[in-house]
Structures are given as structure tokens and as C-alpha cells.
């Protein structure tokens, strides 16, 4: 309904926020993570990649329900389906499956080239944004089943890859 937030505040964790007034946004909670730098939500959980690893947060509560660790860098999270679609840096493209929250768990790594810092999905697939200074990649990754994802192609960049975002289905 565009009136949640989660923020992630670096050192400090996560805020939870109450935007349904945009010209006036509430700090509703400090959650303790942990430094988290990457955060998603979908329906009534955020995801958020900490030091600690995957904290999955009860939107409801503003509270932590779980921590799956890991070991990764905190770049880039999106959640779909049932599924938080990692990137973690040097450790590749990592599939957790959150359903249900409280017993999520690692479901497969995928190594990529470079360090992966971006990842987005659209339909099958899993886009990832690589780089390794001074050059990186874009890596396509099947997601049908999530447990069987695989790299099905990849391009050379001229420079690093940092975010990546996709239109449309």
C-alpha cells in the first residue's frame, strides 16, 4: 500500500519508516541488525543484508523474526516468489529460499566472474551486475527451478557493474 518503509542506515541497522504522509515521513523504529547496507520488501516482511547475514523482519511487529548467516558482501537483495535473490561480491549470486520466514535458508550459491553488486529478476531470470576494477560483467541466470539456477550467458563491460535494473516482465 506505499506507506511502509525500510532504510538501510548503514552502521546504525535499519530504520522502519511511516511515509503515508511523504511530506511528512515517521521514524517508527530503530531495528538492531547490525550495519546493513541493502533492504527489501515483499508483502509483510523486509529483507535486510547485514553483517550478520539475511534478517528478515516482521513488518507488522518491526521486529527481527530471523537471521540466516551467510558469508558474502552486502550488495544487493531482491525478494520475489518466495525467494531473496542475493548478490554478495567475490562469494557470487546467492538463492534463499524465505518461505516460510522463520526457517529460511541458503537454497544454492552461484559463482559469478567478478564480484556481483547488482541483481535484478524478471520472469525466469536473474540479472547480475559484476565488476572487478577496472572492468566487469552483466551474467544472465536461469532461476527455473531456484534451486537449479545456472549462468546462461554473460557480456564484458568497460567498466565496473554496480546496480542493474530491468523494465518491464
Known sequence: ?????????????????????????????????????????????????????LAIIDMTTQSVVNIVNFEGSLHDIVVSSGYAYVAAGLFGFMIFDVDPPGSASLLITVPTTQDARGVDIAGNYAFIAEGNWPTGMMSVVDINPPGSASVVDSIDLTAQGYDIKISGD
Do not use: K, W
Open 1 to 53: 500500500d506505499g506507506d511502509r518503509l525500510l532504510l538501510a542506515n548503514g552502521e546504525s541497522g535499519v530504520l522502519a519508516m511511516d511515509v503515508s504522509a511523504p511530506e511528512s515521513p515517521l521514524v517508527t523504529n530503530a531495528i538492531n541488525t547490525g550495519p546493513c547496507y541493502a533492504v527489501d520488501i515483499d508483502g509483510n516482511y523486509g529483507y535486510a543484508l547485514t553483517y550478520n547475514g
